[in-house]
C-alpha cells in the first residue's frame, strides 16, 4: 500500500505574487504579439495604401543607361548623357542616374494624394517605388531613332521579291530569271504570267551598253513571257518582245521620255522616264501591298529605322497605309509625299493627314513633283550636253511653266513641295520657282520648308542660293558613292565641283539642316551605309577613284553631322522636330542601341555596327533591351 507526502498549501501572499508573475509574462507576450501585429498592419496598410494610390502610368517607366556615357541625344544642350528615362511614350528625364533617379521619385510621390502622411522613413519606405534601370553593354550606343529621309517601302518589297541588284551581265540576269521561274511553278506553268524584277544597272556590265528585247528570247524558258524590269534607279525599264507586242502601236515620241530604238528605227525594249508609262502594270493589289510593306518595316527595324519619308506614294498606297493605321499600330512612323501623274492640280485626290491612326505613326502633308531622270540612264537634266554622250542633254519629264504653276498651287494649299531633281538643270529651275513663291511676302519659308530632292548636280552659285533660299536639300550619300566611278565620265573635271557636295550644301544652308536618305531598294536599306559614305566617300571596300583617302574629300561631313542629318535634321524636314529627332525630354522614346560606337571606332568598323533594339514609342519594336 503507498503513501504520499502531504502538500503545504499556499499562503494567501504567496498566491498573490505567483499571480502577479503569471499575468506580467502574459501582458508582456500580449503586448510583443499586438506590436508586431500592429507592425504588420501598419505595413500592409501602406502597402495597400501606396498600391491603391500610387499612379500607374509610371509603373512602366524604365531608365537607359550607358556607364560610358555614350547615349548620344543630338541635343546641343546635353549631347551625351548616362541614362534616359521613359515614361509611357516618351523621354521624361535625361542625366547621370543618380540624379534621374532622384527626380523619378520625387514625380512618383508629387502625383500622390496625402504623399505627405503616407511618406514615411524606414521602414515603410520599404514599399516605395524603385525605377527599373536597363545598363546597355560596356561597348554599345544609343542614339535617336533614325530616320530615312527618301525611300520607297512598297518598292523596297517589291525588288527583294527578284532584286537583279548583283547581276554583272545580261547573261547573270537570265540565269537569275530562269531560276526564279523554275522556282514558282505558278509562273512556270502560265507564260502569260508576269515576271517583273528591279535592280539591273547596265553600267556594272562589260561595254556598259542598255540591254534589248531580243536578249530574252536567248533563253527557251524565257521566250514569249511578259517581263518587265526596272532599272536600278526605277528611271528605265526593259522589256521582252511579247511586252512590245501588247504596247504595240508605240508613238514616235513621248514628253519627258525616251523609247530608246535600233538603227532602223525598231524599239529596243528599253523605255527611259516618261516613257515607261508605257508599259502596262499590274493593277494594285492590296495583297501585294501587304506583303511587300511586311518585309519592308522587317527589314528596316532591323536596322534601326524608326521613321522612313516615303517619296513617292500614289493615292491607291495612301488609302492602304491609312486603312492599316486606323485598325492597328503601324510598326514604325511614315511621312507620305503622296504623287499623281499629272500637270493639274491634283491635291484633293490625296487626303491631309497628321499624326493619323492607332499611335499617330502616319502623316500625308507632303508632295512629290519630278523634274528630270536619273543620271545613269542619262535622264539627268544638264544645263550643258552630257561628256560622254555629247548627243543628249538629259530629259524635262516636265515643262517649268507647268511645274511652276503645280508648285504655286500646292504651295498655297498649305502642302509641303518636295521635287526631283538630279541633274543641274532641273536643279536651276526649281530653285528659280522657289525664289519667285518666297519673294511673295504671304509665303513663309519655315511654313513651307520646300525641299529638293536629291540635289544632285549644282552649280556653285545654285548651291549657294540654296542656302540664301532656306530651301532644304534632301540628299542620299550612298549616290555618291555609287555614282562616283562613273560621275565624272558623265560630268566633266568642271560640273563634278558641284555634284554630290554635301559639306558645301550643309554649309551654305542659313539653318545647318541637311537631311539624310537613302533612296532605298535603289541604295541598301541599312542607314550605317549613308553614315559610313557620308564621313568618309569610299565604297564599302574602302576604295574609291580618288583612292583611299576618299572620292572629293572635301566634301565629307562629319561623324556628328551624318548622326544629326538622318535625325534631327530629318525631323525638320518633316515638320517634327518638336516630338522626333532627339533624345530631349518630352520628346517621343525613340531610340535605337548600336552594339559599337559609330561615332569613335576606326571608319572601317562602322558598317560592322548590329542594331541590337529599335524602340519606338518607348516599346521595343525589335530585338531586345
Not at 510621390?109 to 517605388?129: C, D, K, Q, R, T
Not at 554649309?507 to 533612296?519: C, E, I, K, M, Q
Amino acid at each position: 500500500m503507498g503513501s504520499s507526502l502531504p502538500v503545504k498549501p499556499a499562503s494567501p501572499s504567496e498566491q498573490s505574487t505567483s499571480s502577479t508573475s503569471i499575468n506580467s509574462s502574459q501582458n508582456r507576450s500580449w503586448w510583443a504579439r499586438s506590436w508586431l501585429l500592429a507592425l504588420f498592419v501598419a505595413l500592409g496598410a501602406t502597402a495597400a495604401t501606396v498600391a491603391w494610390l500610387k499612379p500607374e502610368t509610371h509603373s512602366l517607366d524604365y531608365a537607359v543607361c550607358s556607364a560610358k556615357r555614350t547615349i548620344y541625344t543630338v541635343d546641343s544642350d546635353l549631347p551625351n548623357v548616362q541614362c534616359i528615362v521613359v515614361h509611357d511614350t516618351l523621354i521624361s528625364d535625361t542625366g547621370d542616374l543618380e540624379d534621374v533617379t532622384l527626380r523619378w521619385r520625387d514625380r512618383w510621390w508629387s502625383e500622390i494624394p496625402l504623399a505627405g502622411v503616407i511618406h514615411l522613413p524606414w521602414p515603410f519606405n520599404f514599399f516605395e517605388p524603385s525605377l527599373r534601370v536597363i545598363n546597355i553593354q560596356p561597348d554599345s550606343i544609343v542614339v535617336p531613332g533614325l530616320t530615312d529621309a527618301h525611300a520607297h517601302m512598297l518598292q523596297y518589297g517589291f525588288k527583294m521579291n527578284l532584286n537583279l541588284e548583283d547581276c554583272t551581265s545580261v547573261d547573270d540576269v537570265l540565269s537569275h530569271l530562269k531560276a526564279y521561274v523554275i522556282s514558282h511553278p505558278d509562273i512556270l506553268g502560265d507564260p502569260t504570267r508576269w515576271i517583273e524584277g528591279m535592280g539591273w544597272d547596265q553600267n556594272k556590265w562589260p561595254g556598259a551598253q542598255y540591254p534589248h528585247a531580243d536578249d530574252f528570247d536567248r533563253e527557251p524558258l524565257l521566250r514569249g513571257r511578259r517581263i518587265s524590269l526596272a532599272r536600278i534607279d526605277v528611271h528605265a525599264s526593259w522589256v521582252s518582245n511579247r511586252v512590245l507586242q501588247l504596247m504595240a502601236p508605240l508613238p514616235e515620241n513621248v514628253d519627258g521620255g525616251l523609247i530608246i530604238r535600233d538603227e532602223h528605227g525598231k524599239p529596243t525594249g528599253i523605255f527611259v522616264d516618261n516613257a515607261m508609262d508605257l508599259i502596262p502594270s499590274q493593277p494594285f493589289s492590296e495583297a501585294r501591298a501587304t506583303e511587300y510593306f511586311t518585309r519592308a518595316t522587317s527589314d528596316a527595324l532591323a536596322v534601326g529605322l524608326t521613321s522612313v519619308h516615303d517619296a513617292f506614294s500614289v493615292p491607291e498606297e495612301i488609302q492602304f497605309y491609312k486603312t492599316l493605321s486606323e485598325s492597328q499600330k503601324l510598326p514604325l512612323r511614315l511621312y507620305l509625299m503622296g504623287s499623281v501623274n499629272s500637270d493639274d492640280y491634283w491635291g484633293s485626290q490625296i487626303p491631309r493627314l497628321i499624326q493619323h491612326g492607332f499611335g499617330g505613326r502616319l502623316t500625308v502633308r507632303s508632295v512629290k513633283l519630278f523634274t528630270d531622270g536619273a543620271l545613269g540612264s542619262f535622264g539627268a537634266a544638264l544645263l550643258e550636253p552630257y561628256n560622254d554622250n555629247p548627243s543628249t542633254s538629259g530629259i524635262m519629264r516636265v515643262q517649268p511653266e507647268a511645274l511652276a504653276k503645280l508648285v504655286r498651287e500646292f504651295s498655297t494649299d498649305g502642302w509641303q513641295v518636295n521635287i526631283h531633281c538630279i541633274g543641274d538643270r532641273a536643279n536651276h529651275v526649281v530653285l528659280d520657282i522657289y525664289e519667285d513663291i518666297l519673294a511673295n511676302a504671304s509665303f513663309s519659308i519655315d511654313a513651307l520648308r520646300p525641299r529638293i530632292e536629291h540635289a544632285q548636280i549644282l552649280t556653285l552659285d545654285d548651291i549657294k542660293r540654296t542656302g540664301k533660299l532656306g530651301v532644304i536639300p534632301s540628299v542620299q550619300p550612298t549616290h555618291a558613292t555609287s555614282d562616283m566611278w562613273y560621275a565624272e565620265d558623265r560630268l566633266g573635271p568642271k560640273r563634278i565641283l558641284g555634284a554630290y557636295a554635301y559639306r558645301s550644301l550643309l554649309n551654305a544652308s542659313s539653318t545647318r539642316v541637311l537631311p539624310l536618305g537613302s533612296d532605298f531598294p535603289v541604295e541598301g536599306i541599312n542607314p550605317l551605309l549613308g553614315f559610313y559614305a557620308a564621313i568618309s566617300r569610299l565604297s564599302v571596300k574602302g576604295d574609291s577613284p580618288h583612292g583611299s583617302g576618299g572620292w572629293y574629300p572635301s566634301e565629307r561631313l562629319t561623324r556628328a553631322e551624318a548622326l544629326k542629318g538622318m535625325t534631327l535634321d530629318a525631323a525638320y524636314a518633316s515638320f517634327s522636330e518638336d516630338i522626333l529627332g532627339s533624345l530631349s525630354i518630352g520628346k517621343k522614346a525613340d531610340f535605337v542601341v548600336l552594339d559599337r560606337d559609330i561615332m569613335t571606332v576606326p571608319m572601317g568598323d562602322i558598317l560592322g555596327a548590329k542594331v541590337t533594339a529599335t524602340v519606338i514609342d518607348g516599346e521595343v519594336e525589335y530585338g531586345n533591351l
